[in-house]
């Protein structure tokens, strides 16, 4: 495999020789075609004119915006008054991909969803595909990654069956980017060898162009920055020969961003240059907020903070207006502000003592010539003194700044503080509105009942009915206040770790008795697969909390017949521990929401309930005895639960 692709790339390059020359020739062609207009309207509608005008819409994207919208807009024309559906659909889809060009985002998500209304209305999946992979893009530019997957899973069954190469190929560029932006680089790579693959095979040299600046990207991510130098120039060779306008405008920047890492200047300043004036030909307020914010943070580091601040006004500036358009990232403007603000802050800072140190020499130079020439007898006495006040005031210049940036170090910490410190705060109001309504509910039942029996207004069929809810929620209710005990002992007290060696299979047997009749009501079976060999190193009751939180509730979201197994192994860090059931598994969303340790509430499958404070104990009791926490779950087949602690003492980071 590894040889052909050689061969196909090394084919590929020799035929990029006469690239530009095939694409002009192509567009004259397809000019030719239309030139004459439609031809057989007494025989139905003329859809090669139709796919004609599409093409050359598509050869203009990049190019020039105007002739693109004007065969976009004529092909539709057409197609509408004759009907031609798939023509429409396509129509608008290109009329869609030069808004975005020209960086008109609402009329560009206006006319695919028109292109898509119109596929699915004739039933053109592939078409209705390759709207969604134009969707997907747009929601993957304004950093909506979670979108972005979404739109392309929609149809991932048409991509993988379908005989449109390119299409497949762009549908791997996209994958491999939002791979990139969520640091799965492995993944990215996979991604962006296999769309690279597939255009050489078909010999798109569009496509290779493109995939190519996404090699790059990726390249610089994992910091291999000269190697992403060579995949961003292979693309803006061909893009310099083919005069589109916009990928050179997207290579410029990569280029100038790769050569900043590098710490190349002077190549910086050239490629954010060269881009930055031809984003503003295009008008892509996007690419001249990035550009300006490459200049500014490479006249920043050459120490031209005068310059450095009008390209960060400019960053801002486009920052803010891109805010407008994109009305659902409400964040983006507040993030983009409070950078610009905080290096305008520091630049300001910069300058400021750089024109006190300049007046300073100034003053000290004038003081030398006027010293000279009214004192010249004691000219050497005034040289003297003259050094030991340079001498002094370099001496306080240097506390000074040392000082400052103390100060601004400290003032950043405590920002950062205050942030945590509101978030946790509020994450803590919210658990404890829960676990109060939670414990309420039990605690009303239990009252009513005593009441109901001391008035002796219950039957022994009605009092042995709700005996069996009341269990299940005293058993809920002590799951709770003992899992609320020991986060409320570590939060106030501090957790204090007293790791041992643990023999881990005797320690999951001491377990597993514990919820026997919880499994036994759903007849869940319980299997316990650690070796009887295998230790570890950690604090006993942490560990015994993190299992019993685990299989509490695992056996929460267990139907009757399923299967909970524990089992661990050695790996290079430590001892992974796994708690795994066949349950209904956790929903995209919760599973999101944990991770990012929400406090959420959730029902089992006989409607048992939970907050979320277990896991959140299984992950901050994981963590101070120096491992790893984490979950993974398919809905409707079950969940896997994941924690780590060191295999022994010499492993382990816990200070004893």
């Known amino acids: 495999m590894k040889g052909l692709c050689i061969m196909l790339w090394l084919g590929f390059c020799l035929s990029l020789a006469g690239e530009g020359v095939a694409q002009s020739t192509i567009v004259r062609k ?57 023509g429409k659909a396509e129509s608008w889809r290109m009329i869609g991909n030069t808004y975005e060009m020209i960086g008109n985002y609402v009329e560009m998500l206006s006319a695919y969803r028109q292109s898509r209304l119109i596929a699915d209305s004739i039933g053109n999946t592939a078409l209705a595909a390759m709207v969604n992979v134009n969707i997907a893009l747009f929601y993957k530019q304004m950093g909506d990654y979670d979108e972005a997957l979404k739109q392309i899973g929609r149809d991932s069954a048409v991509y993988e069956a379908t005989t449109d190469r390119t299409q497949l190929a762009y549908v791997y560029s996209h994958l491999s980017d939002v791979s990139l932006h969520r640091q799965q680089y492995d993944s990215a790579l996979e991604y962006a060898h296999k769309a690279i693959q597939v255009a050489l095979e078909i010999k798109d040299s569009v496509a290779f162009a493109s995939f190519n600046n996404g090699l790059g990207r990726i390249m610089a991510a994992k910091g291999l920055y000269k190697a992403s130098l060579v995949a961003h120039q292979t693309s803006l060779k061909y893009y310099l020969r083919t005069d589109d306008k916009l990928g050179q405008t997207e290579s410029f920047y990569h280029l100038a961003r790769t050569s900043l890492l590098l710490k190349d200047l002077t ?93 300073h020499v100034a003053w000290n130079h004038t003081l030398q010539i006027s010293s000279a020439i009214i004192f010249i007898l004691f000219l050497l006495v005034v040289a003297i003194l003259l050094q030991r006040s340079r001498a002094a005031s370099r001496k306080s210049n240097k506390e000074l700044s040392e000082k400052n940036m103390e100060i601004e170090q400290q003032k950043e910490a405590m920002e950062l503080q205050a942030v945590q410190l509101l978030l946790n705060n509020q994450q803590k109001d919210k658990l404890f509105s829960i676990i109060a309504h939670d414990l309420r509910g039990p605690l009303n039942s239990l009252k009513g009942l005593m009441d109901f029996l001391k008035e002796n207004r219950l039957s022994d069929g009605e009092i042995r009915g709700m005996m069996d809810e009341l269990r299940r929620n005293v058993d809920y209710s002590s799951e709770l206040v003992g899992n609320l005990l020991f986060w409320a002992s570590s939060q106030l007290n501090g957790i204090v770790v007293m790791p041992v060696c643990l023999t881990l299979r005797k320690l999951v047997d001491d377990i597993l008795p514990l919820y026997t009749r919880q499994a036994g009501e759903k007849n869940i079976v319980l299997k316990n697969e650690i070796d009887v060999e295998l230790t570890a190193y950690g604090d006993k009751d942490m560990i015994q909390v993190i299992l019993r939180n685990l299989v509490s509730n695992a056996i929460k979201f267990c139907r009757t017949g399923d299967t909970i197994s524990i089992s661990g192994h050695r790996t290079a860090d430590g001892v992974e521990i796994c708690v795994a059931d066949t349950g209904i598994g956790i929903k995209e969303e919760i599973l999101g929401k944990i991770r990012r340790k929400e406090s959420i509430t959730t029902y089992g499958t006989a409607r048992e309930k939970g907050t979320g404070l277990g896991m959140l104990l299984c992950r901050e009791f994981t963590e101070v005895n120096g491992g790893k926490f984490r979950i993974d779950s398919e809905w409707g087949k079950g969940s896997w639960f994941y924690f780590t602690i060191p295999a022994d003492a010499s492993s382990s980071s816990i200070k004893v």
Request: proline share 1%; aromatic share 14%; glycine share 8%.
């Open 267 to 359: 190549a910086a300043l050239k490629y954010a240059f060269q881009g930055l004036s031809l984003a503003r030909q295009l008008h892509r307020k996007k690419d001249i907020k990035e550009l300006g914010q490459v200049l500014a943070e490479t006249y920043e580091a050459k120490g031209d903070y005068r310059t450095a601040l009008q390209y960060f006004q400019l960053y801002k500036d486009y920052s803010d207006s891109l805010y407008s358009e994109q009305i659902r990232k409400q964040s983006f403007s507040l993030e983009a502000r409070y950078e610009y603000e905080r290096k305008a802050d520091s630049m300001r800072q910069a300058a400021a003592k750089q024109m006190i140190v300049q007046q």
């Open 30 to 86: 397809l000019q030719d075609l239309v030139k004459d207009g439609p031809v057989g309207h007494g025989r139905g509608p003329d859809t090669a004119y139709v796919d004609a005008l599409d093409l050359l819409a598509h050869r203009y994207y990049g190019v020039n915006a105007d002739s693109a919208f004007y065969y976009g807009r004529k092909a539709l024309r057409y197609a509408d008054s004759t009907g031609y559906g798939k």
